[in-house]
């Protein structure tokens, strides 16, 4: 056997390897795939039916408001023409809110003063042509002519788009349907024309079909902006840039002109017929309550219908749940109102005889004859509609030929128009103004707005695929004292993203590449020249071998062994040293390791290192060489610009565990919003015990209700360190970076800057202008505190950071909100109300459970009700979240320990709000244990080893003044181990007894030896870099006594503050609760006693008004969050099934469902429940025959 060979294939005898245990989330990818169907079937069901509504009940109205129709009588016909208007009005009027909502509450700017007169003019033409059309001219049609009358809008977008692909010069194949939609059009006009003066020929029908006709053209004129830019016309397009930035006041122009003109034709409309205003009043109660009814109908299915397409588009399925419902909706509507025509007809041919044929129907129908005088309303609305349809002097098929004809020429038309929406191309998070030109729908002609309404493009003969701007995230990862499994966590995690991402791969829209910060990584060690790096940071280079094997070993079978790759480098730095290692598929991992005596210690100054060196070093580097060099500056600061918008930030935590879909779908939130600076996941907790139980309840309650009303209704005050990613350029902003580096000098900085680093960055991101969003479906795992004393640290850390940055935005509250466009005053009110429910939240509790259910005796007060409402929301909210669902058997555990979380907590959080510790992973415990198996070799290997009096076991104490055992080999001992020769030709080494080696990179290169850690030398600008960083912001804190002891009693001074004011606050609070109640019945509200039958007992409660205001408003912040959070669940589903539909279309890029990772370490179990797994690894070849049911 070669030397070569010998490298390439495995020991017969030492096959067997050891792979770690992990947890990963379980997806059955054919429950995905089932829920993704049904979701989209249903939405597609929806569009259909409520579009069918929508244009039935309006199509309804018209018939109503007939001269020829029965149900509303002649002389009070203003009513249903009233109707009529009220529904063409009711898109105006809602777009006129939101439109007021946001200038009240948000910035606007002014549009120019030939936008005003252009937006009044053509809203002017589009409102007078619609109520034209559908309140003078549709009564006098019949019912089919007017649901098909109205497709013909689409004449003007037909021709603008004939002469957009003429001025693109793309006279191919697809200027084609255009203009056939143009001849079926104007056919129509001209079937329709003829059929009724055919029939009538009298002044007025020519009247109203020239009006018909008009309106229609008016109408289209209301779709201009969608082809606007492509005219090349300076004018056209500095008028659709002006409205894009002042969509809000020109929304509220157009809606005043709409509601206006609509009033004033109809207004003047019904005085010139003939009738008069004051029948409005004698219409009957049944008749009246029908119209509203319809118009009720017609409003809400209006508005629910284009929320579904909108749903649909984002969705990622236009076709299947958008274009054919709303295309079918058209044809469907003629049917429904046929079909009863039809059933009618023959229920009256039973009665009158075989004989009975269509026309004899059609003159009784006509003349009144065919209907009695006790006949529902629902009978004499199909008589109206068959009224319409049967003209008097019907004697042929004529009149139905020319029916059916301009119908479908008109629909056809329509259909032509509108089909280049079947090859648009969306992404994955498509923005609704990116979607539809227009805020505003029609009522009266939904379908062919939504339709008409949505972008055009041009279509070119070859399709030019313009790729996005490259992204790249760096996952940063900070570490201390994590153990050998939440390191394997971590590890894995950016192992599997290189594999689902490999760097070579041409098609990658994202790259990644990740850096690790290990803090306090090196000690003392006796016998060394210099500092070696201690134990934990061993672990992690010992974790990083195992997972490299492991991922390379995937392909490499039994036999043989996959060698490393030689590129793995070990580089001394001035902040200590680095280790950068090549993945398997060909992305970087660099492991930083802090000396605490060279870099400043401690998470915050971790952070501060990385976002230096990869936006300040590596991002900005480059673009001031290339302005030395003499290249353009506006063209520098442009691609700068677009490559920090492009530049991600991960920042993860030390035993993180997350899929690669995670990662992608927060990369979608910022791809598609650019002002988006930070977006979170859901973040599970980890672990086994009670205090874990209790904090996987506490962290669903808080995302599912407090994280989703947040990002609803303004932002989200939180993007925890442990998953969350963040923009280059908001990182990089003003008063962001910079102030992040600034040094606590005062008590409240320790509390405000180091006790929640993630929250006061944040804070600096949304005091700037930025937007922070929260992620549902983007699932990341990371370890809890196991024990009470550990929580009850973590948490004195956490309670008093969140108040004073909480305090600190609401004090800046006005300013934030001019620059913050998702920060408005009511939310701002909504975080103060937040914030005093919290302080007095637990003198309430406290109240309500002793002071009213107890002493009362029922649980029917409003204490008790309040209570019974709240578990009642935790469990809908838990419904709603079925992967979660199992979280509510926790959820006892919670509300019995509401004591001790709402007060005892609090309690100790204040009055140990000096402790500015860490309070999490002090003492680093055992040093990072090592699997089993190893502890046991080396324990054996001392035992036996230590016999022999060459050798010395002796001790030595790491920088934590943990004692950690060692075995120190004298040197003489070389020359005779205590190692048979037989063992000797085994090659069997033990580096454990090895002398202690001079520096830290030989030790490295020795212990693992065979994964090629190359020394390397740092570059020179590079290793300026650090030095000069390390110099302005990271040098090390010198310790001094005397301010140590100043900062120790203004700490304390602090805590005696806010301790002082909190218990006041809730010592008035109970003073002024029970003072009410011990006034008596003069200053308090009474209400009714039911017993638990819900029988009155003739007793009553008094309740104190202060109290019941403060349930209210408790109540009302929990009713706004379960608002916000089924909204949110609404857009998470839209998100999921968007990113599944783009999966499945994408064969290029590998999706989450195709990706072996690799099968030695993952096996999806075949379960349909959503739970989180420990999963041994099996054979290969057992997992070989199960390789579809595999998923990472």
């Known amino acids: 056997m070669t030397v070569d060979e010998s490298h390439t294939l495995r020991r017969s005898w030492d096959v067997c390897r050891e792979v770690p245990v992990i947890k990963i989330e379980q997806k059955s990818t054919k429950l995905v795939k089932l829920l993704q169907w049904i979701t989209l079937f249903i939405v597609g069901l929806l569009v259909f039916a409520l579009a069918i509504f929508s244009k039935g009940s309006f199509l309804l109205l018209i018939t109503l408001s007939s001269n020829t129709t029965y149900t509303v009588p002649a002389d009070q016909k203003p009513c249903a023409l009233l109707s009529v208007s009220v529904a063409l009005i009711g898109p105006s009027v809602l777009l006129l809110i939101k439109c007021l909502w946001k200038i009240i509450f948000k910035d606007s700017q002014k549009p120019m003063r030939k936008t005003v007169v252009w937006v009044l003019s053509v809203e002017f033409l589009v409102a007078f042509g619609t109520a034209v059309l559908t309140i003078v001219a549709m009564p006098f049609f019949d019912i089919v002519t007017n649901a098909m009358i109205l497709n013909s809008v689409c004449i003007l977008s037909s021709i603008f788009q004939v002469v957009a692909q003429c001025l693109a010069r793309q006279t191919s194949r697809f200027i084609v349907p255009p203009i056939i939609s143009i001849v079926f059009i104007l056919s129509g006009y001209m079937v329709f024309i003829i059929s009724y003066l055919l029939s009538r020929e009298d002044r007025e029908m020519k009247i109203m079909i020239g009006l018909a006709i008009v309106g229609t053209i008016f109408v289209s004129l209301n779709w201009w902006e969608n082809y ?172 139905i030929g020319f029916l059916v004809g301009s119908s479908l020429c008109w629909w056809l038309g329509w259909v032509l128009c509108t089909v280049y929406i079947w090859g648009l191309q969306l992404q994955r998070i498509e923005r609704t103004q990116d979607l539809f030109v227009r805020r505003m729908y029609e009522g009266a002609f939904l379908e062919q707005s939504i339709l008409l309404n949505t972008h055009f493009k041009i279509r070119m003969k070859k399709k030019v695929h313009r790729p996005d701007d490259p992204v790249t995230v760096f996952l940063c990862a900070t570490m201390w004292h994590e153990s050998h499994d939440e390191m394997m966590k971590m590890i894995i995690s950016m192992f599997r993203l290189d594999k689902y991402r490999p760097k070579n791969n041409p098609n990658n829209d994202v790259s990644f590449e990740s850096h690790i910060y290990f803090d306090d990584a090196f000690k003392d060690l006796k016998g060394s020249k210099e500092r070696h790096i201690n134990q934990y940071a061993e672990d992690l280079v010992e974790v990083v071998q195992q997972v490299y094997r492991i991922f390379s070993d995937d392909c490499s079978g039994i036999f043989r062994e996959h060698p490393f790759q030689t590129s793995q480098r070990i580089i001394r730095t001035p902040y200590g040293g680095r280790l950068e290692y090549t993945l398997p598929h060909g992305n970087q991992l660099m492991v930083h390791f802090k000396d605490k005596l060279l870099i400043r210690n401690k998470k915050r100054w971790s952070q501060i290192m990385y976002l230096y060196y990869i936006l300040g070093w590596r991002l900005n580097r480059k673009y001031f060489k290339k302005f030395v060099e003499g290249d353009d500056e506006s063209e520098l600061m442009e691609k700068i610009e677009k490559e920090k918008a492009n530049t991600y930030l991960l920042a993860l935590d030390g035993d993180t565990d997350f899929q690669p879909s995670a990662v992608m779908l927060l990369v979608d939130r910022l791809k598609r919003y650019p002002d988006v600076g930070a977006a979170c996941g859901r973040i599970h907790p980890t672990g086994a015990g009670p205090m874990v139980w209790y904090q996987k309840f506490e962290y669903a309650v808080g995302h599912w209700l407090q994280k989703t009303a947040e990002h609803v209704f303004g932002c989200v005050l939180c993007s925890p360190g442990c998953f969350s990613l963040f923009r280059g350029a908001a990182l990089m902003d003003d008063n962001v970076m910079k102030r992040y580096t600034t040094k606590a000098t005062e008590a409240a900085h320790y509390i405000q800057y180091d006790q929640g680093e993630d929250r006061w960055l944040c804070t600096l991101l949304l005091q700037q202008g930025w937007r922070v969003e929260y992620n549902a479906a983007s699932d990341a795992y990371t370890n809890a505190p196991q024990d009470f004393k550990e929580f009850y640290n973590q948490r004195r850390r956490w309670g008093p950071s969140t108040m004073a940055n909480t305090i600190d935005l609401l004090g800046s509250g006005s300013l934030t909100s001019k620059r913050n466009r998702s920060i408005s005053q009511p939310f701002i009110l909504y975080q103060i109300i937040s914030m005093a429910a919290a302080i007095l939240g637990p003198a309430t509790i406290c109240i309500m459970i002793a002071g009213t259910m107890v002493k009362e005796q029922t649980i029917w007060t409003p204490s008790g009700l309040f209570i019974i409402a709240m578990v009642l929301m935790n469990l809908i909210t838990a419904g709603l979240h079925p992967k979660e669902f199992h979280l509510v058997i926790y959820g006892l555990l919670y509300f019995i320990c509401i004591p001790s979380g709402y007060l005892l907590l609090t309690i100790y959080s204040m009055v140990n709000m000096n402790n500015v510790s860490w309070g999490t992973r002090e003492t680093g415990g055992p040093a990072a244990p090592k699997p089993p198996t190893q502890t046991i070799t080396q324990r054996i290997l001392q035992a036996k080893c230590c016999k022999c009096p060459c050798w010395d076991c002796g001790k030595l104490a790491d920088q934590n003044g943990q004692v950690t055992e060692t075995v120190i080999m004298d040197e003489k001992s070389q020359d005779y181990p205590d190692l048979t020769s037989q063992e000797h030709h085994r090659n069997v080494e033990f580096h454990l007894f090895q002398k202690i080696e001079q520096n830290w990179v030989t030790h490295l290169q020795n212990k693992f030896h065979d994964f090629h850690l190359n020394e390397e030398c740092l570059a020179t600008e590079e290793e300026d870099f650090w030095r000069e960083l390390q110099q302005v912001y990271l040098e090390p804190l010198a310790e001094y006594k005397e301010k140590e002891k100043i900062i120790a009693n203004e700490l304390k001074e602090l805590r005696n503050k806010v301790t002082f004011v909190y218990f006041i606050c809730n010592a008035m609070w109970l003073v002024a609760t029970f003072t009410l109640q011990l006034i008596g019945s003069s200053v308090t509200i009474k209400i009714p006693k039911y017993d638990l039958n819900l029988n009155p007992t003739g007793q009553f409660l008094y309740i104190d008004p202060i109290g019941l205001m403060f349930l209210i408003g408790f109540t009302s912040l929990l009713l706004i969050q379960f608002i916000g959070m089924f909204y949110h669940r609404i857009y998470t589903l839209i998100h999921f099934v968007a990113f599944l539909s783009m999966k499945s279309s994408t064969s290029t890029i590998p999706s989450d469902d195709d990706m072996q990772i690799p099968d030695t370490l993952e096996t999806e179990l075949n379960n349909c429940m959503y739970l989180d797994k420990s999963l041994t690894i099996q054979n290969p070849a057992i997992i070989q025959r199960h390789k579809s049911e595999t998923l990472v």
Not at 233 to 239: C, E, G, V
Not at 260 to 276: E, F, I, K, W
Not at 306 to 311: L, R
Request: net charge neutral; charged share 15%; aromatic share 8%.
């Open 228 to 399: 606007s830019t492509l005219f090349r016309n300076p004018f056209l397009n500095s008028i659709s840039e002006d409205i894009a930035r002042s969509r809000n006041l020109v929304g509220i122009l157009s809606s005043v002109v709409r509601i206006l003109v609509t009033a004033a034709v109809v207004g003047a409309y019904v005085p010139l017929s003939g009738r008069d205003w004051s029948s409005v009043t004698s219409v009957p109660d049944n008749v009246r309550r029908v119209i509203w009814i319809l118009v009720g109908i017609q409003i809400v299915s209006s508005a629910l219908c284009h929320w579904f397409v909108v749903v649909a588009c984002k969705m990622h399925a236009i076709r299947r749940s958008f274009l054919l419902p709303v295309y079918l909706a058209s044809l469907g509507v003629v049917a429904a109102f046929i079909a009863p025509v039809i059933i009618f007809y023959q229920n009256l041919s039973k009665t009158n005889g075989a004989n009975y044929t269509m026309t004899e129907y059609c003159y009784d129908i006509t003349n009144g004859m065919g209907l009695n005088h006790n006949a529902s309303l629902p009978e004499r609305l199909v008589s109206d509609i068959t009224h319409t349809l049967c003209p008097e002097d019907i004697n042929d098929r004529t009149e």
